[in-house]
């Protein structure tokens, strides 16, 4: 091909490309929308209400056209996106947040606390209330400059108000009652115990006492206790508590520390002296860890053995378990029971029931079930009670559910025995009991235990006391006597002879007797712990 016949050609060409260029512009050109309309905007900003003519589309592009620019927290109504008509009025909101700080006085509470020393209707100023401060943070909302709303960000106390403690005397109001053995109780953070009548005498004075421990000695000369920290709290890296014992037996004793801390549970260990074994002063006990998450514990699970002398000086502790965190809700901790003859120790977790002997540290298992649901920073395990022939273990269990939920959220609690030392299997004396039934036997094997008034809500429910022979026969109820409520707190101690029920209503200690009888002992209404022997 030649030089000229190249340029003619890329001459024709030429043409058609300017053609199809202003055909593709014209079609561009007829795809454009035309311009919107102008249109009048009633524009409300900054405290200022004016009218807009603008050609803009939606809101926001209006904005931008008058140059009004919106904060992270402004709003506009209506929103940015809508789309402008004639006569619309947009309103630009501006929103600010501060954090507002103030205090504030916290009122004292008046506590009236019953006082068996002091004459019937006699009443003292034991404490001056004092109030307390806090500061209270806020973060206030404002619209417009004007306050819309406020929320409480954090409140921080900085003075504690002091209740006012006013002692009534209750002296006679309660008429004189005798009994066998000591009571020992525990109110007003403190010991109090009862000898021959119920004429009650503290045993302590600091008001410290945190209620983990309180159980008197099997011949009921000793009072094992656990107090707070002294000073107070200690801090996430202090105790959470410590052990102390003082003498019931004699007036004004003076409580002795037994160098062990953080105590969940302890108790004094029965003997039975043989020719073989002679009996020692042992004391068994489980301890925890603090924690800053609820409940304030992380439980160990382990198991301690430690003797006193006849001065009730202690000796080194001796490990027999150790620290176990394996099963469901180990951090609230077992409960445990000591066998009549001290040589085993059985525990109920929220898993299981079983047994450890405390000579060799042998551990076994009697019955697993699945744990209870709390939906809260505690859990539920069983408190087991050893027959007093020791072959037998009569313990709450979580039952499976009959409505088909889910095993961890039934409502059903049945009590049992369990074989432990006999060849038998296991036996079902009541079902439904509640999960606070907390049998207890008596020295002749009669079996007290609660009975929940509402077991589908047993974990708040009142409860009836009832006594029932060894195999679950002949059940009674011995208290509610008639048509008054239940217990709250449905503890319950034999007396040493086995004829009398010690049992708690309304912060007070009543004895009913399998007779039928109800007598009142105390008056005081704040009592949380007590125990008989």
């Not at 000793?222 to 996430?236: N, V």
Request: a negative charge; one cysteine or more; proline letters at 9%.
């Amino acid at each position: 091909m030649s030089h000229h016949t190249w340029r003619k050609r890329a001459v024709r060409v030429v043409p058609v490309l300017l053609g199809g260029l202003l055909v593709l512009a014209a079609l561009v050109g007829a795809c454009r929308s035309p311009s919107p309309p102008p249109r009048r905007v009633l524009l409300d900003a900054d405290g200022e209400r004016r009218w807009v003519t603008t050609q803009a589309a939606t809101v926001a592009d209006l904005l931008d056209e008058v140059g009004v620019r919106l904060g992270e927290l402004d709003r506009v109504e209506p929103p940015s996106y809508t789309l402008l008509e004639e006569g619309m009025t947009v309103r630009v909101v501006r929103v600010q947040e501060r954090l507002i700080q103030e205090e504030r006085p916290i009122p004292f509470e008046r506590q009236v606390r019953r006082d068996p020393a002091l004459p019937v209707g006699e009443t003292r100023v034991a404490r001056l209330g004092q109030t307390g401060r806090e500061r209270l943070t806020w973060r206030v909302r404002y619209e417009n400059g004007e306050e819309t709303g406020r929320e409480l960000v954090s409140r921080e106390e900085l003075t504690p108000a002091e209740p006012e403690i006013v002692v009534l005397g209750t002296a006679g109001s309660v008429e004189t009652v005798p009994i066998s053995g000591t009571i020992a109780y525990l109110a007003g953070g403190n010991a109090w115990v009862m000898n021959g009548a119920n004429a009650p005498r503290p045993l302590t004075r600091t008001g410290d006492l945190d209620g983990h421990v309180f159980t008197l000695s099997p011949d009921g000369k000793w009072l094992l206790f656990t107090r707070k920290p002294i000073g107070g709290s200690a801090g996430q890296a202090g105790p959470l508590n410590s052990l102390w014992i003082v003498r019931a037996d004699v007036v004004d004793d003076e409580p002795r520390y037994l160098e062990v801390d953080s105590v969940l549970w302890a108790d004094w260990r029965p003997c039975i002296p043989t020719p073989e074994r002679s009996c020692f002063t042992d004391i068994g006990y489980s301890t925890a860890e603090r924690s800053p998450a609820e409940p304030g514990w992380k439980a160990l699970n382990d198991f301690w053995l430690i003797t006193l002398s006849d001065r009730g000086d202690p000796v080194a502790p001796r490990q027999v378990l150790p620290p176990s965190g394996s099963e469901w809700y180990a951090w609230w901790g077992r409960e445990w029971a000591w066998s009549p003859d001290g040589l085993y120790v059985a525990w109920g977790s929220a898993t299981a029931v079983g047994f450890a002997n405390v000579e060799t540290g042998e551990t076994g298992v009697l019955t697993t079930f699945y744990p209870y649901e709390t939906n809260g920073p505690w859990a539920w395990t069983p408190r087991p009670a050893w027959r007093p022939d020791e072959e037998w273990l009569a313990t709450v269990v979580h039952a499976p559910p009959v409505a088909g939920e889910a095993p961890e959220r039934s409502e059903q609690f049945d009590l049992w025995l369990l074989p432990v030392a006999v060849s038998a299997p296991p036996v079902r004396l009541a079902a439904n009991v509640g999960m606070w039934a907390l049998p207890v036997w008596s020295p002749a094997g009669q079996l007290a235990y609660a009975q929940a008034e509402d077991p589908a809500g047993s974990a708040t429910s009142r409860y009836a006391i009832v006594v029932a022979d060894a195999d679950g026969s002949n059940r009674r109820t011995l208290f509610p006597p008639d048509t008054r409520p239940g217990v709250e707190r449905p503890f319950v101690e034999w007396s040493p002879d086995g004829r009398q029920v010690l049992l708690l209503w309304q912060g007070d200690l009543y004895l009913a007797g399998l007779d039928g009888t109800l007598k009142p002992l105390t008056a005081v209404g704040n009592i949380l712990r007590f125990d008989w022997k």
